[in-house]
């Protein structure tokens, strides 16, 4: 019996489940670059590459190991375009009997692969993906009962389950969540260490030129490239974030600089994402870095809760809430996504530096993400489609399993509350507490409506205004409309009228 071990973009593990119980001398590996994953939405260039050159590598690191290697290139004449074409031509090429897989990362495609068996005539194992740690049915175990689900008491629960950072059944150090010491604003005279840079190689060069022809049309600048293209660069990046950033990254994990787009941050979704790190190594080297003195308990503790708490939560919701959550909007949003999202074209300079940044190297941070490129999404009512498609477009450690549930759930609270307790909006006072971007604005922050007023300011209160009949029950917020109820008549004229003026502007 020929075993077909079809291996994604995003599974670029040896230890992935799908090569578990493989037959090196029997079974072939297939890997596949098709144009239908490359052009569902319109990926960032820079994210095409980087994939391709992954995956590339990886098959190369397979087929040294002596694994049968049968790689499909993009530019084949005879490449199919999909997933499915290429599975049915392998299997008339190898005389296939059965296929093994590891459950996709995305709903749209794990839905095709559960019609294989019958349209292809042959047996379709699709297994578990054991590099996370919490299995879907694990999250829906817990998500059980809950009316609300609070990603802090499932991050508890990760932490007593793999004994990460614990005293016993205690947290070290006698917290569970450092966040609140997390929150420094960026002081002048930071020193920002160089972010790892990996040299292309002959593929990742040969790869690039690729993109440049085939994919020019697409959002983005492909040079520079530095990312990390195999298992053991992806390792050399995670020691450098621990001896370099890690001991900063607490105090200034949401900070922001202009002309600094990679902070403190540990750039390690990238890798994580398409399997060439693992959560529980990054988790246990920065747990090592803390009991070996050389990086504080609250930027450990905050690096070890995006994985264990947030990543591990983002994913078990998104398989708990599809296919239903890509369709929620609870505000109704209707407007559509502003040019300026591309091409960076506008006076809001706060924007401008995160849209850049993003063009340039497919990357912002999380609070550029969400509290400067979403809370504008969020407060001018830009319908969750077009919101959704953006992030996953343009960013390259993005798949729908991680910026649906981010965008729709943190993002624009389009499934009205159901991840977070509140919707994140603000004015420009956060925006300018922490960054320094308002400094180079041609809006005033200060100014809270007129033409000098930073849109933010008026924007904010209008969203409330506008959905006030869905947000003033929820406790969270009603102290913000008891404010709004104080202002003086002209005061919330001035920020109806600004709005107005603003929004109309957008079209």
């Given at each position: 019996m020929t075993t077909l071990r079809l291996i994604l973009g995003d599974q670029l593990s040896t230890s992935i489940s799908s090569l578990n119980d493989c037959d090196k001398a029997k079974d072939i590996i297939l890997m596949c670059e098709v144009w239908q994953e490359a052009t569902y939405v319109k990926h960032h260039k820079k994210k095409i590459a980087f994939l391709l050159s992954a995956m590339r590598h990886f098959a190369e690191e397979l087929k040294h190991a002596g694994y049968q290697v049968c790689y499909r290139y993009l530019d084949d004449d005879s490449n199919t375009g999909s997933f499915r074409g290429e599975v049915e031509r392998t299997i008339e090429e190898y005389s296939i009997d059965q296929i093994v897989v590891t459950e996709p990362g995305e709903y749209r495609v794990l839905d095709d692969m559960e019609t294989w068996s019958k349209a292809l005539g042959v047996s379709v194992e699709i297994r578990a993906d054991s590099r996370f740690l919490c299995s879907a049915d694990d999250f829906t175990n817990w998500a059980r009962g809950r009316k609300q689900l609070r990603m802090e008491y499932f991050y508890r629960e990760m932490r007593k389950q793999y004994a990460v950072l614990m005293d016993g059944d205690q947290p070290i150090g006698g917290q569970w969540n450092y966040d609140a010491d997390n929150r420094k604003p960026p002081k002048s005279g930071l020193s920002v260490p160089p972010h790892y840079n990996n040299e292309p190689d002959v593929i990742s060069e040969t790869v690039i030129g690729l993109v440049a022809e085939r994919f020019d049309e697409h959002f983005g600048d492909i040079m520079p490239f530095y990312f990390a293209v195999t298992r053991q660069q992806a390792l050399q990046a995670l020691e450098h974030f621990i001896a370099e950033r890690l001991p900063t990254f607490g105090d200034y994990q949401d900070a922001m600089l202009e002309g600094e787009p990679w902070m403190y941050h540990s750039h390690l979704s990238f890798y994580l994402n398409c399997g060439l790190l693992l959560p529980l190594e990054c988790i246990a080297a920065a747990e090592e870095a803390y009991l070996d003195g050389d990086a504080p308990i609250n930027a450990v503790e905050g690096f070890i809760r995006q994985i264990l708490g947030w990543r591990e939560y983002i994913?078990?919701?998104?398989?708990?809430?599809?296919?239903?959550?890509?369709?929620?909007?609870?505000?109704?949003?209707?407007?559509?996504?502003?040019?300026?999202?591309?091409?960076?074209?506008?006076?809001?300079?706060?924007?401008?530096?995160?849209?850049?940044?993003?063009?340039?190297?497919?990357?912002?941070?999380?609070i550029q993400r969400l509290m400067v490129l979403g809370n504008f999404a969020l407060l001018t009512g830009i319908t969750p489609q077009e919101v959704n498609d953006w992030f996953l477009i343009v960013y390259a450690d993005a798949y729908e399993w991680v910026e649906l549930p981010n965008v729709s759930g943190m993002v624009l609270f389009s499934d009205g509350g159901y991840l977070a307790s509140k919707p994140y909006a603000a004015g420009g006072s956060y925006i300018n507490k922490m960054s320094n971007y308002c400094q180079g604005c041609q809006y005033k922050v200060t100014q809270k409506t007129g033409s000098d007023a930073c849109p933010f300011n008026y924007l904010y209160w209008d969203f409330l205004v506008r959905n006030r009949a869905q947000l003033q029950t929820n406790q969270r917020v009603s102290m913000m409309y008891r404010n709004y109820d104080r202002m003086k008549p002209e005061i919330k004229q001035a920020i109806a009228d600004d709005s107005q003026q603003f929004l109309a502007s957008l079209s």
């Amino acid at each position: 019996m020929t075993t077909l071990r079809l291996i994604l973009g995003d599974q670029l593990s040896t230890s992935i489940s799908s090569l578990n119980d493989c037959d090196k001398a029997k079974d072939i590996i297939l890997m596949c670059e098709v144009w239908q994953e490359a052009t569902y939405v319109k990926h960032h260039k820079k994210k095409i590459a980087f994939l391709l050159s992954a995956m590339r590598h990886f098959a190369e690191e397979l087929k040294h190991a002596g694994y049968q290697v049968c790689y499909r290139y993009l530019d084949d004449d005879s490449n199919t375009g999909s997933f499915r074409g290429e599975v049915e031509r392998t299997i008339e090429e190898y005389s296939i009997d059965q296929i093994v897989v590891t459950e996709p990362g995305e709903y749209r495609v794990l839905d095709d692969m559960e019609t294989w068996s019958k349209a292809l005539g042959v047996s379709v194992e699709i297994r578990a993906d054991s590099r996370f740690l919490c299995s879907a049915d694990d999250f829906t175990n817990w998500a059980r009962g809950r009316k609300q689900l609070r990603m802090e008491y499932f991050y508890r629960e990760m932490r007593k389950q793999y004994a990460v950072l614990m005293d016993g059944d205690q947290p070290i150090g006698g917290q569970w969540n450092y966040d609140a010491d997390n929150r420094k604003p960026p002081k002048s005279g930071l020193s920002v260490p160089p972010h790892y840079n990996n040299e292309p190689d002959v593929i990742s060069e040969t790869v690039i030129g690729l993109v440049a022809e085939r994919f020019d049309e697409h959002f983005g600048d492909i040079m520079p490239f530095y990312f990390a293209v195999t298992r053991q660069q992806a390792l050399q990046a995670l020691e450098h974030f621990i001896a370099e950033r890690l001991p900063t990254f607490g105090d200034y994990q949401d900070a922001m600089l202009e002309g600094e787009p990679w902070m403190y941050h540990s750039h390690l979704s990238f890798y994580l994402n398409c399997g060439l790190l693992l959560p529980l190594e990054c988790i246990a080297a920065a747990e090592e870095a803390y009991l070996d003195g050389d990086a504080p308990i609250n930027a450990v503790e905050g690096f070890i809760r995006q994985i264990l708490g947030w990543r591990e939560y983002i994913r078990g919701l998104y398989w708990l809430m599809m296919p239903d959550y890509a369709e929620l909007n609870f505000f109704n949003a209707t407007r559509p996504l502003p040019d300026f999202y591309w091409s960076a074209d506008t006076k809001m300079n706060c924007l401008k530096q995160c849209i850049t940044e993003t063009q340039q190297h497919a990357y912002a941070h999380h609070i550029q993400r969400l509290m400067v490129l979403g809370n504008f999404a969020l407060l001018t009512g830009i319908t969750p489609q077009e919101v959704n498609d953006w992030f996953l477009i343009v960013y390259a450690d993005a798949y729908e399993w991680v910026e649906l549930p981010n965008v729709s759930g943190m993002v624009l609270f389009s499934d009205g509350g159901y991840l977070a307790s509140k919707p994140y909006a603000a004015g420009g006072s956060y925006i300018n507490k922490m960054s320094n971007y308002c400094q180079g604005c041609q809006y005033k922050v200060t100014q809270k409506t007129g033409s000098d007023a930073c849109p933010f300011n008026y924007l904010y209160w209008d969203f409330l205004v506008r959905n006030r009949a869905q947000l003033q029950t929820n406790q969270r917020v009603s102290m913000m409309y008891r404010n709004y109820d104080r202002m003086k008549p002209e005061i919330k004229q001035a920020i109806a009228d600004d709005s107005q003026q603003f929004l109309a502007s957008l079209s």
